[in-house]
């Protein structure tokens, strides 16, 4: 049973341009999230779907972010315009309806954004 | 805003030291959650606590949830250089989104 798949694990941008990070959940699991680390910090809330829909969107920027999880195909977390201060560790998560309210995630292995 | 509060940021120690960690907040969790990073990967869960005054054992690691349900701590017994990594306490809100604690970088030496 494959992990929760993360790609691509290393971008690299210069200012300006659009980043694109996917996410695929893990087998079984209808809840993805994404969360943001700076070096050795935790990690910060960022966003939080459901097939199709946004249910907490409260720790994304209100500009230039956005994410989406399609009936098919995998979670998409799209930064436009990158800025310097956009260069992180990105991480997503995944569970299963019953686990969501114990927090209870399974992460990838992230992606690294180098903005240039 | 719930916020989690750890401490200490950062511990170095030797090797066959005992450590605690502490995750403190104002806020009451449903659950906490404490999950171990290693340098360029995910975070990995070691364990959840759910009942106010829980105690769960994971080998040489002791994990305790606060009476109240608003701080945890995560105590390692003989320190291995293996234990060396990012810990992460988390808690579950009742927005069903998992807010973390800034993390203690722990660095056991041979």
């Known amino acids: 049973n494959a992990g929760v798949m993360q790609n691509p694990r290393h971008l690299v941008r210069r200012r300006g341009q659009e980043a694109r990070l996917r996410c695929s959940p893990m087998?079984?699991?209808?809840?993805v999230y994404w969360y943001r680390q700076l070096p050795e910090e935790g990690l910060k809330f960022m966003v939080y779907?459901?097939?199709?829909?946004?249910?907490?969107e409260s720790g994304m920027p209100k500009e230039r972010f956005s994410a989406e999880f399609p009936k098919e195909g995998p979670s998409i977390l799209r930064i436009q315009q990158v800025v310097r201060g956009d260069s992180a560790a990105y991480f997503c998560?995944?569970?299963?309806?019953?686990?969501?309210?114990?927090?209870?995630?399974?992460f990838g292995e992230g992606s690294r954004l180098t903005v240039l | 805003t719930q916020l989690l509060e750890q401490s200490p940021q950062f511990l170095s120690i030797q090797e066959g030291e005992n450590l605690t960690v502490y995750c403190n907040s104002s806020s009451v969790f449903s659950s906490l959650q404490w999950y171990r990073q290693e340098p360029g990967e995910g975070p990995v869960l070691l364990v959840t606590v759910v009942t106010g005054g829980e105690v769960k054992k994971l080998k040489r690691l002791t994990f305790q949830f606060g009476d109240a349900r608003k701080d945890s701590s995560l105590h390692i017994t003989a320190a291995q250089p293996g234990d060396t990594g990012l810990y992460l306490c988390a808690g579950s809100g009742n927005t069903g989104k998992l807010i973390f604690g800034q993390g203690t970088t722990l660095q056991v030496k041979p």
């Open positions: 087998k079984g699991h209808s809840h």
């Open positions: 998560a995944s569970s299963t309806r019953d686990k969501m309210n114990t927090g209870e995630l399974f």
């Open positions: 779907l459901q097939k199709e829909n946004i249910i907490d």
